[in-house]
């Protein structure tokens, strides 16, 4: 595609419910990365995937985070249990290769995730 | 791990220079990052300098690093009121593809 996508845009919902978050990288980027932006705030590594694996998921606050690539292209981040802390925006951005020397990182507008 | 700082807020009259700056703790940084987001735009990496540099000049951006005080500086020479918006400083921690930003520089232009 023309760019990074991401879907919804806004995402609503109440504490205590499931969520699915959905990117679509640039076509023929191997490297895709979440971050989570909070109010005020830059950007916070989550997970960074290389094809279909996660090869490095240290950002991840706790378990009920989870993120999927299983075809090395579309991502899904999945949150369990919301709670009103995980409000925020979240970001996708891919990259042609693994890090700055493959290419840089394009960033998707994001999901504005509002958990009440 | 990476710690990145940034002041939050910087103001200046259109046609001035900005500067705006950071500071980070990992010294086995060897990329450093500028990038710009704009209200209900992305992020888009604006320039980014080696380690093994202590200046890189692109247009009207200039880049200077100081590697021994661990301070980065993003001068924006004849600044338009295009330029208003958020600038974060960041550098990898743990490998290139773990990037950690600072808190981000709100850029005023005041016509």
């Known amino acids: 595609g023309a760019g990074v996508s991401q879907t919804p845009s806004n995402k609503v919902t109440e504490k205590g419910k499931y969520v699915e978050l959905r990117c679509d990288p640039i076509s023929g980027h191997t490297a895709l990365y979440w971050y989570r932006q909070s109010l005020g705030q830059g950007p916070e590594f989550l997970i960074y995937?290389?094809?279909?694996?996660?090869?490095?998921d240290s950002g991840l606050p706790n378990d009920r985070f989870f993120a999927v690539r299983p075809e090395g292209s579309v991502s899904t981040l999945k949150i369990q249990r919301t709670e009103r802390g995980d409000s925020a925006v979240y970001l996708c951005a891919s990259s042609l290769l693994a890090g700055l020397a493959g290419g840089e990182q394009f960033f998707g507008p994001g999901t504005r995730l509002t958990v009440l | 791990g990476e710690d990145v700082e940034q002041s939050l807020f910087l103001s200046v009259r259109e046609g001035d220079s900005s500067v705006i700056n950071c500071t980070y703790t990992d010294s086995s940084s060897t990329y450093l990052y500028w990038y710009k987001q704009e209200p209900g735009a992305g992020l888009q990496l604006l320039t980014y300098i080696f380690s093994n540099m202590d200046m890189k000049q692109d247009q009207r951006l200039t880049v200077l690093l100081n590697k021994k005080d661990k301070h980065l500086s993003l001068r924006i020479a004849d600044t338009q009121t295009g330029d208003s918006a958020i600038y974060f400083c960041?550098?990898?921690?743990?490998?290139?593809?773990?990037?950690?930003f600072g808190t981000g520089t709100k850029l005023q232009v005041i016509p």
């Open positions: 995937f290389q094809g279909t694996g996660a090869a490095d």
């Open positions: 960041a550098a990898p921690s743990g490998g290139y593809q773990k990037v950690t």
